[in-house]
């Protein structure tokens, strides 16, 4: 498996894609057919026209999947594959529709290099279980593409000691999903990402990330962590202790 897998697209005070592009660049070649997947905005050609724009420069080829009338076809041509962010709700209901689940499974489990980047990421695990999204459709099931065997929560937020605010904390949130399920979730904070080559799996970016397991006291990942052992685990949905 050829995975990278962004916590953002945009970080604070910089462009679409500039705070990884040297890792993105390198994730994608010079001349890569880049096929990218914008189904979780609204409007398609703004998002794919943005990507372009991003990485036009450095050689890359992109092609929005929805350009051409056949989103398989545009999969099956490419170098490599880009499911963008934006709500996972939406996204995973067009994956469904159009077919392109299953096809990226078969694809990436065969291969191509798989880039996301926040609900693209959360394409990544098992589940959209742990997603922030708002259920704004609803898909056919919560089961992803199931490339990681472990969950992961992109743009993970840090409790605030100071807020006033009285809602659940990400943390809150976590912690009751793994009084449901038993399987890790990586919490990803900004700037940081997944690099998984094969068996081997490194934390990447400019933030450390958090790792959460059910019946454990959150464990904080410093950048470069080998997360290799995550990629063996087994989970478990829907199920207490």
Same mark, same amino acid.
């Given at each position: 498996?050829?995975?990278? *897998? ?42 794919? &026209? ?9 050689? /890359?080829?992109? #092609?929005?999947?929805?350009?051409? =009338?056949?989103?398989? %076809? ?6 490599? +594959?880009?499911? =963008? ?9 067009? *994956? ?8 990226? /499974?078969?694809?990436?489990? =065969? ?24 259920? /704004? ?7 992803? *593409?199931?490339? +990681?065997?472990?969950? /992961? ?35 990803? #904070? ?5 690099? +998984? %080559?094969?068996?081997? &799996?490194?934390?990447?970016?400019? #933030? ?10 959150? #464990?904080?990942? %410093? ?9 063996? +685990? ?8």
């Amino acid at each position: 498996m050829n995975l990278l *897998l962004l916590s953002n697209s945009t970080q604070h005070g910089r462009g679409y894609l500039e705070h990884a592009l040297d890792t993105v660049t390198g994730f994608l070649p010079a001349g890569a057919r880049l096929a990218f997947v914008p189904y979780a905005l609204a409007d398609h050609d703004a998002y794919t &026209a943005r990507v372009r724009g991003a990485l036009t420069g450095a050689g /890359i080829e992109v #092609r929005g999947v929805h350009e051409g =009338g056949d989103p398989l %076809a545009r999969l099956g041509e490419a170098d490599a +594959v880009f499911v =963008g962010g934006g709500n996972s709700f939406r996204l995973l209901s067009a *994956l469904y529709r159009t077919g392109l689940r299953q096809a990226l /499974i078969e694809a990436v489990t =065969g291969g191509l290099p798989y880039m996301g980047a926040s609900a693209g990421t959360n394409m990544a695990a098992p589940s959209l279980r742990t997603t922030n999204d708002m259920p /704004i459709v609803q898909p056919p099931s919560f089961e992803t *593409l199931g490339l +990681v065997p472990f969950q /992961i929560n992109p743009h993970y937020l840090d409790p605030d000691p100071g807020s006033t605010h009285k809602g659940e904390t990400r943390e809150e949130r976590l912690r009751e999903f793994l009084e449901e399920n038993d399987v890790p979730v990586l919490g990803l #904070r900004e700037g940081s990402w997944l690099r +998984v %080559a094969g068996e081997r &799996a490194v934390l990447g970016g400019e #933030r450390d990330a958090r790792l959460f397991r059910r019946g454990a006291e959150p #464990r904080e990942l %410093a950048v470069g962590s080998d997360l290799s052992g995550l990629l063996g +685990v087994r989970g478990e949905f829907d199920t207490r202790s």
